[in-house]
């Protein structure tokens, strides 16, 4: 028979008592191959512990320092000294969701969407004495709506070639506009190419301010305009931060700086100027019923405030506002006031980050900027609030040439009515309201919903009785 094949491997370990080679039988010679065979049992027993806790003691601990440094890196990260230097800022109480504000009986209801596959994201819009709609789409488009007919494009910010879904730097993005008192040309300020003026109803486009101009010696250059409302020759224009590019929303946002702006521009002369500074993203403009005031909304501080326009000086904040206030819109209803959208409706979680650094830093430099959008609520919300009262309209000759010239004591800013659409069941992501004959508008930046509205006559916006 063959030789039986080797094992391969360690040896089989001799047994104690077990003879390690052919003996002579001599009592002597197997005690000690005994001995050799136990004490190199131990020796191998012993390395064979040694190498076991070695194994095991070295992965938990490779695990805590990878996790820890991890850890030290990232706080090292969002720590380090940048551009990015949030404030705190305190909203103020929590919101009291009832009377006005009760979301139970003051919701939106039976929708009507305006052309849903062909109008994509308008921030705002204006309507002429002939009841025919003026808004731009994020594609750079500027559109002309009446009752009768088809949305029809008019004019391109940028490129004219750009159709949805192309968008960007060469096809602008309009944001707000205003008309002029003879309704003969449309100011449009838009995020990439500033101030525009559109000649009626050819749609011809010359460029009045640019991003990146000078305003004046010694101030910032522009960076985005906004808002913008004509009063008289002179448009007023909402910058909402200085500090960042025009793409710096999301920062201005977290960064809750005052360094925002109103510019005032002359049709006439084509001069532009700072009419008021030292405001927290300035984004809605309108102006009281008496005409002495421009209201102005912060986004940031969740608060209106009235500028006297005589003297930009600041002369009443109203506040907080129950989420993050928008465009504002007067309302042309017989108690007059301002309609006001709410970009972002205060929770425990908005209040939270408004009021801790840290947290906005962590978020910031942590998350990209499209998981930061997702943080915006799906609630939408609209209030109605008053605007001056007969007792501000007193004599104020005594106090020209203070810096607070209006000394009245209302001015408005109550909120009498609001709008709500739960977590945008029926519209969602409301940049603007506003109320023309018996509809309430709404524009969105949801495709779904971009341009929609509700009868008001028929109680398609519920209230308790007797209201």
């Excluded at 002939?130 to 009446?146: L, N, P, Q, R, S």
């Excluded at 023309?436 to 495709?447: A, I, L, V």
Aim: hydrophobic share 35%; with cysteine.
């Amino acid at each position: 028979m063959p030789k039986s094949q080797k094992k391969k491997g360690r040896s089989r370990r001799p047994a104690a008592g077990e003879a390690t080679g052919a003996g002579d039988g001599s009592t002597q010679s197997r005690d000690e191959d005994q001995a050799k065979a136990a004490f190199l049992g131990q020796v191998l027993d012993e390395t064979d512990r040694r190498l076991a806790e070695r194994s095991t003691g070295f992965r938990a601990p490779s695990k805590v320092y990878l996790y820890a440094g991890v850890c030290a890196l990232l706080v090292a990260y969002v720590l380090q000294p940048g551009d990015f230097k949030p404030n705190s800022i305190r909203l103020g109480s929590p919101v009291d969701w009832s009377g006005s504000l009760d979301p139970a009986t003051h919701q939106i209801s039976n929708v009507e969407r305006i052309h849903p596959k062909l109008l994509h994201s308008p921030d705002q819009f204006v309507i002429t004495s002939e009841d025919v709609m003026y808004f731009g789409t994020i594609e750079g488009a500027i559109w002309k709506w009446t009752q009768s007919q088809q949305p029809v494009v008019i004019a391109h910010i940028g490129n004219e070639s750009c159709v949805y879904p192309t968008q960007g730097t060469q096809c602008g993005r309009p944001l707000i506009m205003t008309i002029s008192e003879d309704e003969q040309t449309l100011y449009v300020t838009d995020v990439h190419y500033g101030l525009s003026a559109i000649s009626l109803p050819a749609g011809h486009v010359t460029r009045l301010l640019s991003v990146g101009q000078l305003v004046q010696e010694g101030e910032p250059r522009i960076t985005l305009l906004k808002g913008v409302y004509r009063v008289g020759d002179h448009l007023y224009l909402g910058e909402p931060w200085t500090e960042w590019d025009c793409d710096g929303n999301i920062a201005a946002s977290f960064s809750a700086h005052d360094d925002g702006r109103i510019l005032q521009y002359n049709t006439k002369t084509d001069k532009v100027r700072v009419f008021a500074k030292g405001l927290y993203f300035p984004s809605g403009l309108s102006q009281t019923r008496d005409g002495r005031y421009l209201i102005v909304t912060e986004l940031t501080r969740a608060r209106l405030v009235w500028l006297n326009l005589a003297t930009g000086k600041v002369v009443k904040t109203s506040g907080p506002m129950p989420g993050l206030p928008d465009v504002i819109t007067a309302h042309p209803g017989h108690g007059g006031g301002h309609l006001v959208s709410i970009e972002v409706v205060r929770n425990a979680m908005v209040d939270y980050m408004a009021e801790n650094k840290w947290f906005k830093r962590v978020l910031y430099k942590l998350l990209p900027k499209s998981v930061l959008l997702r943080f915006q609520d799906d609630y939408n919300l609209c209030v109605h609030i008053t605007d001056t009262s007969t007792a501000a309209h007193q004599d104020e000759s005594s106090n020209q040439g203070d810096d607070v010239i209006d000394e009245s004591p209302d001015l408005g800013g109550d909120i009498v009515d609001s709008w709500h659409a739960s977590r945008g069941r029926v519209v969602s992501a409301v940049l603007q309201c506003r109320v023309h004959g018996d509809y309430m508008y709404f524009t969105s930046r949801k495709p779904d919903s971009a341009l929609s509205r509700v009868k008001l006559r028929h109680s398609h916006v519920k209230r308790k009785p007797g209201k």
